[in-house]
């Protein structure tokens, strides 16, 4: 069975709705009319929208008790409905919580519709014992497909759906929310019959619904089955990633049958992922703030960079034992190396975090002389001494300006929200340095618009992004990707 995807259309007037199903109908051959959507819905109206459609339909009326718009009663809710099966729409949804006489007579009397009845939970996903339960008890109506859908408050409620989509072909099933995003996505892997998508970022009929085109071009949606390889991103921001952006199309672009998600979770939800991740035999993972160190102790092996290091930014699942590998080292070194041989070079280091230590690892392989300084001095004198570099006081960051040839700003400085801010002062720059600033968003931080001014050559936290992102493709496929592809995925980002 290949998952349909439907686009609901949500206009309040039956005009604008007939505008938006054909905008619908030019993208899917399965679009859900929301009547309730529709000021003063009546059956003329019905009858007007339905002769102007050319594919399937799911006709539906959610009571305002169930997050809905209609507010007529339910006598002429259940007329909209037989109307509708009249008209021949290809489908229409019932949910559970009507009365079970009235969900009866509509099913007895269906004639060539097909009937779903619908439970949803705005508040939550159920375990999947109470889930199975709520499938059982929809199952003895007899309807042609039954449709479950929850609010996700945790990534891992998305795996609850997954289990209950196992072995079952009458099932629509996923999570709203940020959350839940996955489970809309990875409907085709999981057996959901149908998934949903927004005509627009506007049209949005439930929280979390992906748009039609996002789907698509961010997520090569049509290409997902049940064999495509899980990977995606952890980190608690997950959502502003840009790597799905240049990982899908080149997974594309590949033939690869992969798919680069974002997984949304706080440490307290990584133990349980982690075990999730396991189950569903996920391919891969990248790994950010604030994960990269607690990682380290829910997988199995870590290789000797990330060891020295002390962080992982990337898992690889090899036949079901979990590999962690630091790439990020490698992205800065690359994106220094576009500039400079680093080799006898004389590199200042602001910051002691965890990414400093990947940068300092990088550069000292490369050969370069290191000096790092922070904010926190006991914490610069650690690091320099666990590599054997040199460390500095900030108290005079002109001279380490001037004594220097590169600077690399490992810090949080500068990043959003705090864009205004810069690390070093537009008086303690001197021309002729190569700057690089890890920070990503946004790509122009103020240090390298400073250092830019001043007659440097500077290096955005993009380009450290998508050559470590190089790497971890390589890891994950034993491929390489297109340089110029991710280049130019990336940019379309910025
Ligand atoms: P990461 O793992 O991403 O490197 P981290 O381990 O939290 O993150 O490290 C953040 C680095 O940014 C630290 O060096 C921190 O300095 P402290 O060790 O003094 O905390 C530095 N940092 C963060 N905010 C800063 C600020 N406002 N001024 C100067 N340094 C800052």
Redesign the pocket.
Known sequence: MKTRICVPVTADTVDQAIVDLKQAEKFTDLVELRIDFIKNIDIGKLEILLKNKTKEVIVTCRPKSLNGNFIGNEKERINLLKKSIELNAEFVDIESDSDNGLIGDIIQNKKNTKIIVSYHNFKETPKLEQLANIYNDIKKLNPDLIKIVTFAGSINDNFEIFKLLKDKNDLISFCMGLRGEISRILAPKYGSCITFASLNEEKVSAPGQIDINEMDNVYNFSLINEETMVIGLIGEHAEHSKSKSIMNPSFKDLKLNFVYLTFKLTTDELPAFMKNFRQFEFAGASVT?PH?LKIIKMIDEIDETAQKIG?TNTIVNKNDKLMGYNTDYYGAIEALKEKTPLNNKKALVL??????RAVIYGLKKEGAGITIV???KE?AEKLASDFDVKFSEINNMKKLVIDNDIIVN????GMVPNINES?IKEDEFVSGKIVMDIVPIPPNTKLLKIAKSAGCQVISGNRMLLHQAIKQFRLWTGQDPKFKLMESKLKLTL
Do not use: D, E, L, Q
């Not at 910051?351 to 400093?356: D, F, R, T, V």
């Open positions: 703030i990269k962080a910051g002691a975090g965890g990414a400093a922070n904010r926190t914490k490992t810090t949080s400085v690390i």
